[in-house]
């Protein structure tokens, strides 16, 4: 068996903490572990697993390679896709590259963004699924509702095949709440999980039947495929070609051989900020409290502080978000709503909709403390070991102060060290490179100043990390 663990989606809903070039599946919203790590470690245990297939899009390669080896954990393959095309072809590039063996393993398709509080449940329905996958069945997993949820679709169980085990009647589109209501009465009615598991073969030879023009654009995406590091690209030009289309639309929904397996684990994709809270422990007042926040006379409120304190005084029902740059409140029942505001901020061209003002890099990160005309201030930390590309910039200087470790720095053909409380200045037009040659985390500041401070603004000669 070979996890197959999609890593797309922005998590907007989840803004101003998710957002498009760090979104919700790398943060660690339950628990101290990130969401992608967290599901990693839930398939710890399982028998014949093989080390997972990633698919992701080229900006997050490095951070999701970066968390599987913070939990010990290797991918056997991580798949670029140069654009999104939904799950059917990405599914589609996983099952290809596991088929690459010359085995026919099973795929258990997992999104990255989902909790699990009942692991064990979790894996005993994994294995019940995977007797069924067996037998040549395309197994999705089917949540027993809890309540009349209107933000996910459901599955209606036909024909029982064991127990907890149905062939699939219809997949329903999310419903209004009148049939929500109904459907939880019913008992014949799962969530749908969006976790499926089936041998790679069936699940190609269903797209095959069903919609072989997605599966004919993944061929030759992948067939045109280069290895990069640890990465596989696919095809830009031909990946591009491909439709558009969730895996229920291109094969679970028209194939014959669906079944579901009933889970009942504790199971949420903490798809918004009410979908958290409803999660996690809260307190006495019912409120869910992370960071630095101070209550009086305040109940049934999500607060979640990230680097000041947050103090609410006689409010009911909130949620109060505070990041580096931008601060969310809103009502508790309005929060689906979020992804509206990140609709307005795309519109209007503002950044915080797409970056956080600490933006991480495969040698470490940066943090933007301070800008203004002509000027800009940021907080470097650079990784044990690990290097910036050699490169140079058309419209900056900038002044680098080490406040902790030591810097190797080049500047064009002169090399140099600087450690705590020293100084380098590169000008404009010169090739540099900053390196940390020690073995702890090198700090320093960056004073940048020039006509244009864009990131943009880098010509790269060397990089480690295949950037152009």
Request: charged share 25%; hydrophobic share 40%.
């Amino acid at each position: 068996m070979i996890p197959v663990i999609l890593c797309g989606g922005s998590g907007s809903r989840l803004w101003p903490l998710s957002r498009e070039t760090y979104p919700k599946q790398f943060l660690p919203l339950v628990g101290d572990e990130t969401m992608l790590q967290s599901t990693v470690r839930r398939l710890e245990g399982l028998p014949k697993l093989q080390p997972p297939i990633l698919v992701c899009n080229e900006e997050h390669r490095f951070a999701a390679a970066e968390q599987l080896r913070e939990v010990r954990h290797d991918a056997q393959s991580i798949l670029l896709e140069p654009c999104a095309r939904n799950t059917a072809p990405a599914i589609a590039l996983a099952a290809l590259a596991a088929l690459e063996s010359g085995e026919d393993p099973q795929l258990l398709v997992l999104p990255a963004d989902h909790a699990v509080a009942d692991v064990p449940a979790f894996q005993e329905a994994v294995l019940l699924a995977s007797d069924l996958a067996a037998q040549g069945h395309l197994v999705t997993f089917g949540i027993v509702p809890t309540r009349a949820e209107t933000g996910y679709g459901y599955i209606r169980r036909g024909e029982a095949l064991a127990a907890d085990v149905w062939k699939v009647a219809e997949f329903v589109e999310k419903p209004n709440i009148d049939t929500a209501e109904a459907y939880l009465s019913d008992g014949d009615h799962s969530w749908n999980s969006g976790m499926f598991l089936f041998r790679a073969s069936r699940y190609l030879e269903e797209l095959g039947h069903h919609r072989g023009d997605i599966l004919a654009a993944c061929q030759s995406a992948y067939e045109c495929a280069a290895r990069d590091l640890d990465f596989t690209r696919v095809n830009k030009e031909a990946f591009a070609a491909c439709a558009d289309e969730s895996v229920d639309y291109a094969v679970m929904e028209p194939t014959e051989s669906a079944a579901v397996v009933s889970l009942d684990a504790g199971w949420s994709d903490v798809g918004s900020w009410l979908g958290l809270w409803e999660l996690a422990e809260r307190d006495a007042d019912d409120n869910l409290l992370q960071g630095d926040v101070l209550l009086e006379g305040s109940e049934g409120c999500l607060v979640r502080a990230e680097s000041r304190l947050v103090s609410l005084l006689g409010v009911k029902d909130l949620v109060v978000v505070d990041t580096d740059d931008a601060l969310l409140i809103a009502e508790k029942q309005r929060v689906q709503d979020v992804k509206k505001l990140v609709s307005s901020l795309k519109c209007s061209g503002r950044t915080e909709a797409r970056r956080h003002r600490k933006v991480y890099r495969p040698w470490g990160y940066y943090d933007s403390i301070d800008a203004g005309p002509r000027f800009q201030v940021k907080r470097i930390v650079v990784k044990p070991g690990q290097q910036l590309s050699l490169q140079m910039h058309h419209h900056r200087a900038e002044h680098w102060i080490v406040v902790r470790g030591t810097a190797k720095v080049t500047r064009d053909d002169e090399e140099l060290l600087i450690t705590e409380n020293q100084s380098t200045y590169i000008p404009l037009g010169v090739v540099h490179r900053l390196e940390n040659p020690g073995t702890i985390p090198l700090e320093l500041i960056e004073v940048q100043s020039g006509s244009y401070l864009g990131e943009d603004d880098i010509v790269r000669f060397d990089d480690d990390y295949g950037r152009g």
